[in-house]
């Protein structure tokens, strides 16, 4: 029988398994995709744990990841787009891609780019459209200065080179070991801790957006210490702080659709969006893979790959 990842209860790693399920069946305008490539999520962890209860509740048991690639299997009825064979990208929003089969909305899928890596297409949507909307949301022109904490984070990573590509400098809050890799891709990287304001401020005459993928009171240095406007800061990890300042908070929700997730599987196909791979875990190790999304200090995607 095909493998899937469950959990039973809300709480820590030791809460996953991956158990034996039926194989899904593909309805009306769905797809069955073999899965090569799942990456996973901090926000995934989250819900996990139980702290997004309230927003996103889990039934139990519950499957979880929405990032995916694969190989379709077979096409419902009424799908046109894709034929058995296919290698696709995509989501789904069952909670249900970390599993070796997984039905997916045909609308929510895309044609791989042959030259774009299986694990790369397994990352491009919760990730990259939480980038897109995130750079979408401080409306960079060029010219502009913004500055990018957790710069070379999964999310981060994707940021900074958004935010290049639309002509903005970029100023990145990354620890020392991933400053040549900020520095390779045209980002200026600054070391986070103390005296971090004042860094700043050396590193620009003036400082127009900020993009905050780390939370900690970056959203607060932003405002205060910086002078920036909050219609120009985006957090997609301090939601207090959107209350308190009224700074936006758009991510993933505001551009996920298929058609963002093939702009940026384009770009990775032309050279003009690179996806760090951190690490690649095989699905029944899928508690080492949360182990090391949970630790926060990964420079680029963790990813499963059944």
């Given at each position: 029988?095909?493998?899937?990842?469950?959990?039973?209860?809300y709480?820590?790693?030791?809460?996953?398994?991956?158990?034996?399920?039926?194989l899904?069946?593909?309805?009306?305008?769905?797809?069955?995709?073999?899965?090569?490539?799942?990456?996973?999520?901090?926000?995934?962890?989250?819900?996990?744990?139980?702290a997004?209860?309230?927003?996103?509740?889990?039934?139990?048991?519950s499957?979880?990841?929405?990032?995916?690639a694969?190989?379709?299997e077979r096409?419902?009825?009424?799908?046109?787009d894709?034929?058995?064979?296919?290698?696709?990208?995509?989501?789904?929003?069952?909670?249900?891609?970390?599993?070796?089969?997984?039905?997916?909305e045909?609308?929510?899928?895309?044609?791989?780019?042959?030259?774009?890596?299986w694990?790369?297409?397994g990352?491009l949507?919760?990730?990259?459209?939480?980038?897109?909307?995130?750079?979408?949301?401080?409306?960079?022109?060029?010219?502009?200065t913004v500055?990018?904490?957790?710069a070379?984070?999964?999310?981060?990573?994707?940021?900074?080179?958004?935010?290049?590509?639309?002509?903005a400098?970029?100023?990145?809050?990354?620890?020392?070991?991933?400053?040549?890799?900020?520095?390779?891709?045209?980002?200026?990287?600054?070391?986070?801790?103390?005296?971090?304001?004042?860094?700043?401020?050396?590193?620009a005459?003036?400082?127009d957006?900020?993009?905050?993928?780390?939370?900690?009171?970056?959203?607060?240095?932003?405002?205060?210490?910086?002078g920036?406007?909050?219609?120009?800061?985006?957090?997609?990890?301090?939601?207090?702080a959107?209350?308190?300042?009224?700074?936006?908070g758009?991510?993933?929700g505001?551009?996920a659709?298929?058609?963002?997730?093939?702009?940026?599987a384009?770009?990775?196909?032309?050279?003009?969006?690179?996806v760090?791979?951190?690490?690649?875990?095989?699905?029944?190790?899928?508690?080492?893979?949360?182990?090391q999304?949970?630790r926060?200090h990964t420079?680029?995607?963790?990813?499963?790959?059944?």
């Amino acid at each position: 029988m095909p493998k899937a990842v469950r959990f039973n209860e809300y709480g820590g790693i030791d809460v996953l398994h991956v158990v034996d399920v039926p194989l899904p069946e593909a309805g009306d305008g769905q797809v069955l995709v073999k899965v090569k490539a799942a990456s996973v999520n901090p926000g995934e962890a989250r819900i996990r744990e139980g702290a997004m209860h309230a927003m996103f509740p889990a039934t139990f048991p519950s499957g979880e990841g929405s990032d995916l690639a694969g190989v379709v299997e077979r096409v419902g009825p009424g799908v046109t787009d894709f034929a058995v064979g296919d290698e696709v990208a995509g989501f789904t929003n069952r909670r249900a891609s970390h599993a070796e089969y997984v039905v997916a909305e045909a609308a929510d899928l895309i044609q791989k780019p042959a030259n774009v890596p299986w694990e790369v297409a397994g990352s491009l949507f919760v990730a990259g459209t939480t980038a897109y909307a995130s750079v979408r949301a401080v409306a960079l022109k060029p010219g502009d200065t913004v500055v990018v904490s957790g710069a070379a984070g999964g999310v981060g990573s994707l940021v900074v080179q958004l935010a290049k590509n639309a002509g903005a400098e970029v100023i990145g809050i990354a620890s020392a070991s991933n400053h040549d890799w900020l520095t390779a891709h045209g980002v200026k990287p600054i070391a986070y801790g103390d005296g971090l304001a004042e860094r700043l401020r050396e590193a620009a005459d003036r400082i127009d957006a900020f993009i905050d993928t780390y939370g900690g009171g970056y959203v607060k240095l932003a405002i205060e210490e910086l002078g920036v406007d909050p219609s120009r800061i985006n957090t997609i990890a301090d939601f207090a702080a959107i209350g308190t300042y009224g700074v936006k908070g758009e991510g993933s929700g505001t551009a996920a659709t298929a058609e963002v997730v093939g702009e940026l599987a384009s770009l990775v196909a032309r050279g003009e969006l690179e996806v760090p791979i951190a690490a690649t875990f095989p699905l029944d190790e899928v508690r080492a893979a949360y182990e090391q999304v949970e630790r926060r200090h990964t420079h680029g995607k963790i990813v499963l790959v059944p």
